[in-house]
């Protein structure tokens, strides 16, 4: 019975991981945690930085390329030590150390090295949503204008729309005005804008 648990468990991870590497899902779960830290107070950083890291562990062990590593790691173990007529509690027990030294001495150290490689994701123009911009033009009668964004480290121009209560302000928006994007069109690579 114990035989036929590892052999499940070995073909599982076998398989698993197969079908992680062929669809290309390999990296699924695999965050990096606490990246993004956003403006916050001095007081909570360290105890929401320590908080992100214990859920990106907590994540990466529900991650599918986690699981297929351990079942594999396992059943490979408990594979190889059930020859040696152990007790069934001591072979359990020592298939669960070797799959996770299999998953922390080869696949964790294999995977962060690929990943060193790895392109940071885009924002795109959704990334801009409550950044400021600023006009390249004055505004017109409509509220339209071009404003320059930064995004992804490059600076574009894209037609933007004053929002319905800023326009109602007698003075349009000029040349060099400082505004903060309040939504994003990728559609049609616009924006809405408002005053600072």
Not at 53 to 58: C, G, I, P, T, V
Not at 62 to 75: A, D, H, K
Not at 92 to 116: H, Q
Request: hydrophobic fraction near 45%; include cysteine.
């Amino acid at each position: 019975m114990i035989t036929l648990t590892f052999t499940t468990l070995l073909l599982i991870g076998i398989f698993g991981l197969l079908a992680q590497t062929l669809l290309g899902g390999a990296h699924s779960g695999h965050g990096h945690g606490g990246q993004s830290h956003g403006a916050q107070a001095h007081g909570q950083h360290h105890s929401e930085h320590s908080q992100g890291r214990d859920f990106s562990l907590l994540w990466s062990l529900l991650s599918p390329l986690t699981f297929f590593s351990l079942c594999l790691g396992i059943g490979a173990t408990g594979l190889l030590l059930k020859p040696l007529h152990l007790a069934m509690g001591a072979v359990a027990a020592a298939a669960l150390l070797g799959g996770g030294v299999f998953y922390g001495l080869l696949i964790r150290p294999l995977m962060s090295f690929v990943f060193k490689f790895a392109s940071k994701p885009s924002d795109a123009l959704e990334g801009t949503l409550a950044r400021e911009a600023e006009a390249l033009t004055s505004f017109d009668a409509f509220g339209k204008g071009l404003v320059r964004l930064t995004v992804d480290g490059q600076i574009v121009r894209i037609i933007a729309t004053l929002e319905d209560s800023d326009r109602a302000d007698a003075q349009p928006v000029q040349r060099g005005e400082k505004l903060t994007v309040t939504s994003v069109d990728g559609r049609t690579n616009s924006c809405h804008v408002t005053r600072l």
